[in-house]
Nanobody, 123 residues
Framework: VQLQASGGGLVQAGGSLRLSCEASGSIFRLNAMAWYRQALGKERELVATIDMHGSAFYVNSVKGRFTISRTNAKNTVYLQMNAMKPEDTAVYYC??????????????????WGQGTLVTVSS
């Protein structure tokens, strides 16, 4: 699976951004998808996951502010980020499970990764 992430940029605290990740080379609708992020000097961390049926999971730090969704007809997963905070600043990565894979909190369960898109939130 090839993943192409886009939509990052600079936003003020309290603002919004929407990230997109387009997949190719697989039966997208059968894959679980995830967004991770990595801040400078920190380890990569899970942000949200979505299974093939559209059921979503969020880490506590983004719950209520971020929304993960998918449009299978466009082979695309999205991350809508609202009420953004400076601590949301990071490189955001999308990830795909193998076909029929389940969402997981473990990065090792995802076998394809996008190139990352930088999100900067100014205070």
């Amino acid at each position: 699976v090839q993943l192409q992430a886009s939509g990052g940029g600079l936003v003020q605290a309290g603002g919004s951004l929407r990230l997109s990740c387009e997949a190719s080379g697989s039966i997208f609708r059968l894959n679980a998808m995830a967004w991770y992020r990595q801040a400078l000097g920190k380890e990569r961390e899970l942000v949200a996951t979505i299974d093939m049926h559209g059921s979503a999971f969020y880490v506590n730090s983004v719950k209520g502010r971020f929304t993960i969704s998918r449009t299978n007809a466009k082979n695309t997963v999205y991350l809508q980020m609202n009420a953004m905070k400076p601590e949301d600043t990071a490189v955001y990565y999308c990830a795909s499970s193998p076909t029929w894979g389940l969402p997981s909190n473990y990065a090792s369960e995802y076998n394809s990764w996008g190139q990352g898109t930088l999100v900067t939130v100014s205070s």
